[in-house]
């Protein structure tokens, strides 16, 4: 038997104290979520919650629970027995935890407990990255993925459906009094209650949940088409003609006995949604905003399918955030933000926008003569003409643009916006800076859903998948920081290692040019 081989008894003790920290090399992920949680990140927030009298059971310093947290998404783990399970078997688990191992009950209490707070933290990481210089934020891309609710589409009711559904639920809770009352008497034994009773309680909240949400979205509807028609009414007034608007008058809602419209009673947030495959689930719009280097800067969840009414919320949250400067920024999206409203509300943003008004492959076959209806627009703003003024700017272009009317019609100031959208596209420079789109926002989705598996929220409700998401794109941004650090170092020692390669390539040159023969040179 070979005696050279490598070995060490099962049961041989440590001689000196371990320190775990040395297991791992320095530029470990875990090494820095420690560093950030210990000097970067703010946590008086968390400390606050707690009671400062030291009364009541002892537990774990939030700087555990949060780096805890925030490592396991970076690994993409989520669930808290998993966590649980990882904080005995893993190093870097251990490290980040302290070498203590938090039970998933507590795991997951902590996460429903400072669901708000680890939210900020999404906005304090932007700040460091933004004191160390690392995003680049001249160009900036917006686009939205879809992701799946906890919830299941057989869940989805209608409102006629619900109210049966309700009324049944009642009549099954009366039923189960007048048993109990049977079996107890009328002062029966208030603490014991039955688990069906408990089933149909909880059932009958959902629904009754699900069913309040209906109303308020047909009282909105009707609040909508009331101010709609109100506007209409008053520019036909103000009309010197007399005449009548063009175009249809505004659809009113379908009453509450005819509504088809669903909603999901586990979810009532929740919506269907239709994927790029032409099938549907139950979940919701997660939007970003990417800077040009792929750092997430702007992160939120709608639960509205369509693209277009999610740009005006997601650049008003980029004006709002003090993180980053974004006055000279030029915003990237793809067609399915185009709208007339959302350009006329960019006309005011310090923002420039630059969005398809058609699939990316026709964007080469746009007239170049329409470029003309740039110089419109500089004219309006220099002579001091609100732009946004649709009947304005109507008029104004109608005058500029009746010889490029094409099969008659009368051009209408959304076409007119959208020919000074698609002029933009006509310049080299402008297809240039659009064609990075792709390359800036498509790479996120595929690392965080399939790298990741982040394709389904855990929890219910908008608020709580907001913050979920947000707590997704804040350990996306801390893996890219991690990588660039990484990047950054080895570029220094490069840096530092060329020079000395360079020496060292002279000096062998010298020692070739010195065993020449000497007549060789002459």
Not at 148 to 153: D, F, G, R
Not at 250 to 264: A, E, L, M, W, Y
Not at 447 to 458: A, I
Not at 473 to 480: A, D, E, M, P, R
Request: charged share 30%.
């Amino acid at each position: 038997m070979p005696q050279h081989y490598i070995t060490r008894p099962s049961d041989q003790q440590f001689l000196l104290p371990v320190d775990m920290s040395e297991w791992l090399p320095e530029d470990d992920l875990s090494k820095i979520i420690l560093d950030l949680v210990d000097h970067k990140f703010d946590l008086s927030q968390f400390y606050g919650k707690y009671r400062e009298d030291g009364l009541g059971a002892a537990f774990f310093d939030p700087k555990i629970m949060v780096g805890l947290i925030l490592y396991s998404y970076c690994q993409g783990v989520r669930s808290s027995r998993q966590i649980e399970r990882f904080c005995y078997r893993d190093v870097a688990y251990r490290i980040v935890a302290r070498n203590h191992q938090p039970d998933h009950t507590t795991i997951s209490r902590f996460c429903k407990s400072f669901t708000s707070e680890l939210e900020t933290l999404f906005f304090q990481f932007l700040k460091i990255l933004h004191e160390n210089g690392m995003v680049n934020v001249g160009v900036i891309a917006l686009d939205g993925t879809k992701m799946k609710a906890n919830a299941a589409m057989r869940r989805n009711r209608i409102i006629t459906q619900t109210e049966i559904e309700i009324k049944q639920m009642f009549e099954d809770s009366r039923h189960i009094d007048e048993e109990e009352d049977k079996i107890y008497g009328d002062k029966g034994n208030a603490d014991i209650v039955p688990e069906t009773l408990k089933t149909h309680k909880r059932r009958q909240e959902l629904f009754e949940a699900a069913k309040k949400k209906m109303n308020e979205e047909s009282a909105r509807e009707n609040q909508d088409y009331n101010e709609r028609m109100k506007q209409r009414e008053e520019e036909e007034n103000d009309n010197s003609d007399g005449k009548k608007l063009r175009g249809r008058k505004p659809k009113p809602p379908v009453p509450d006995s005819q509504r088809t419209t669903k909603i999901n009673t586990t979810d009532p947030d929740s919506r269907i949604m239709k994927s790029y495959h032409n099938d549907y689930f139950q979940g919701y719009n997660a939007q970003v905003v990417v800077s040009e280097n792929q750092y997430i800067i702007a992160a939120d969840v709608m639960n509205d399918e369509n693209d277009s009414n999610l740009l005006i919320p997601m650049v008003k949250q980029l004006e709002d955030q003090d993180c980053y400067p974004v006055s000279d920024s030029v915003l990237l999206t793809d067609a399915g933000y185009w709208g007339y409203s959302n350009y006329l509300a960019m006309c005011d943003s310090p923002l420039e926008l630059l969005c398809a008004t058609r699939k990316e492959r026709k964007l080469s076959k746009i007239d170049r003569s329409s470029r003309f209806l740039l110089d419109l627009k500089d004219v309006c703003r220099n002579v001091g003409t609100p732009f946004a003024n649709r009947v304005i700017l109507a008029s104004v272009a109608a005058e500029f643009y009746h010889t490029f009317i094409v099969n008659g019609n009368i051009p209408t100031s959304q076409s007119i916006v959208r020919g000074i959208m698609e002029a933009k596209f006509t310049s080299e420079n402008a297809k240039t800076l659009y064609s990075k789109r792709k390359t800036i926002v498509e790479p996120l989705f595929g690392w965080t859903k399939e790298n990741r598996n982040f394709k389904k929220f855990q929890r219910r409700g908008l608020g709580i998948c907001k913050s979920e998401w947000k707590l997704i794109c804040l350990t996306q941004n801390i893996l890219k920081f991690s990588a660039d650090m990484r990047a950054r170092t080895l570029s220094l020692v490069l840096m530092v290692i060329e020079p000395v390669i360079d020496l060292l390539e002279a000096f062998h040159q010298f020692l070739i040019f010195r065993s020449l023969p000497r007549g060789i040179l002459f």
